[in-house]
């Protein structure tokens, strides 16, 4: 069974602060996406990457991917309450890409 | 409209009720998803439809019945309902049911008595 494990489950962090959250797994994924969710919402797409060591930014997100495309990091550079969610993770499976295998999510609370 | 939308948002119902959860995505998307989030859990996939086609039924119990129109349009009957199968649903899209990039619905938030 493929898993995806995410870390720290849950954040809490003062704004301004700098915070990593994991995606790690003993599979190998075609892609990794990223989704920020908020309370009452569905998951919002923030990022997909596909490349061993793909590096994406998106302003004061930095997404990676690691070398064998079985984990992934999410590193947010000082942080804003507008950054409060749940941070989701989902890999694709080769050859089978239409079923994204999901992670429980880190819940991240800034506070101003 | 733009995106997945979803109505109603919230619904409650007994567990003798029928009712139906719709979704449309003005994405002009080709495959559309049902998927369960639950406390606790990962996001469950329920059934994934392609071109009108279910192509996917993940072992779903028959309480729950899937309805795809067109490429446009998706619906969960559900009847004879459980407490347990209480939840958020979430409707998704993508381009097609190879393209791993789903485009996701505010979700209905259910709740069975």
């Known amino acids: 069974t493929q898993l995806l494990e995410q870390s720290p489950q849950f954040l809490s962090i003062q704004e301004g602060e700098n915070l990593t959250v994991y995606c790690n797994s003993s599979s190998v994924f075609s892609s990794l996406q990223w989704y920020r969710q908020e309370p009452g919402e569905g998951p919002v797409l923030l990022v997909t990457?596909?490349?061993g060591g793909e590096v994406k930014k998106l302003k004061r997100l930095t997404f990676q991917f690691g070398d064998a495309r079985k984990d992934s990091s999410l590193h947010i550079t000082a942080a804003q309450p507008g950054d409060t969610g749940l941070y989701l993770c989902a890999g694709g499976v080769a050859g089978n890409n239409r079923k994204l295998i999901w992670g429980l999510g880190t819940s991240l609370a800034v506070n101003p | 409209e733009t995106g997945v939308t979803q109505t109603p948002r919230h619904l409650v119902m007994g567990m003798t009720n029928k009712k139906s959860l719709k979704c449309e995505q003005h994405l002009g998307h080709n495959a559309m998803y049902w998927y369960k989030q639950s406390a606790k859990k990962p996001l469950e996939l329920m059934f994934v439809?392609?071109?009108?086609?279910?192509?996917e039924n993940n072992s779903v119990p028959s309480r729950f019945s899937p309805e795809c129109p067109n490429s446009s349009h998706l619906f969960l009957h559900l009847h004879t309902l459980q407490p347990e199968d209480s939840a958020l649903y979430l409707c998704?899209?993508?381009?097609?049911?190879?393209?791993?990039?789903?485009?996701f619905g505010p979700g209905t938030r259910l709740t069975v008595l």
């Open positions: 990457v596909v490349t």
């Open positions: 439809y392609n071109f009108k086609e279910q192509t």
């Open positions: 998704a899209s993508s381009q097609d049911f190879v393209t791993d990039t789903q485009y």
